[in-house]
């Protein structure tokens, strides 16, 4: 069975503070992680996924296999990541693929 | 205008009825997700199908059914099995592949009275 935990529901900070947001996984295969978010009355959309190795908005997400972590972190919050944030999971079942959702942390950046 | 489309956005049904919501996608995936988002509990997958006449059930299928007849149409139909279907329902589409992103509607808020 796959699994996404993430341990934190409220994460607050202030502004120009760093920021580090945890999720950790449970899979017997090869994931794909990805970093989901959902600002307010938007639709839920990709912020970055494991493989492509990139930096959105200032964001980064290292997938660390020996601890089945995948934090998502930014050194300065900035006001507009105040959102919500899930991590996920992408692994192939009997069934195909299948995407699995952690519970999510409510980030709120004040100033 | 691409994208997924979630109808209706609300919707109000009495104990005991059936209901059907839709989600029709013009992006060419073959993979469609239902989800299931409740607070604290964050997105729960309910089905999934990752081809046209072929769909398995997720992690909360009891009191929910699907269909996939056509490629760009998944509908979710909330049973009256369903013992807590007052809840703001998700579908998505993406790619074949498991790097694939998930493309989402805005959601269909159900209110059972």
């Known amino acids: 069975a796959q699994r996404v935990t993430q341990p934190e529901k409220l994460l607050s900070v202030f502004k120009g503070a760093p920021v580090e947001l945890k999720c950790n996984y449970s899979y017997s295969g090869s994931p794909e992680l990805f970093w989901y978010v959902q600002y307010s009355r938007q639709r839920l959309q990709l912020l970055l996924r494991h493989i492509s190795r990139e930096s959105i908005k200032g964001f980064t997400a290292d997938l660390n296999k020996g601890e089945t972590s995948f934090h998502l972190k930014k050194p300065f919050a900035q006001e507009e990541d105040s959102a919500m944030y899930y991590c996920a999971l992408s692994g192939l079942t009997g069934g195909g693929n299948k995407l699995t959702f952690g519970t999510g942390t409510q980030l709120k950046v004040e100033l | 205008d691409g994208g997924i489309t979630q109808s209706p956005k609300y919707l109000f049904r009495k104990e005991g009825q059936n209901v059907t919501l839709s989600c029709e996608q013009n992006l060419n995936h073959d993979a469609m997700y239902w989800y299931r988002q409740d607070p604290g509990q964050g997105l729960r997958l309910i089905y999934y199908?990752?081809?046209?006449?072929?769909?398995q059930k997720g992690d909360i299928a009891e009191g929910y059914s699907v269909s996939r007849e056509k490629k760009e149409s998944f509908p979710l139909t909330v049973t009256s099995a369903q013992k807590n279907p007052t809840a703001f329902y998700l579908c998505?589409?993406?790619?074949?592949?498991?790097?694939?992103?998930?493309?989402f509607g805005e959601g269909s808020r159900l209110t059972v009275l």
């Open positions: 998505a589409s993406t790619t074949q592949g498991i790097t694939g992103e998930l493309f």
């Open positions: 199908s990752q081809i046209v006449n072929d769909f």
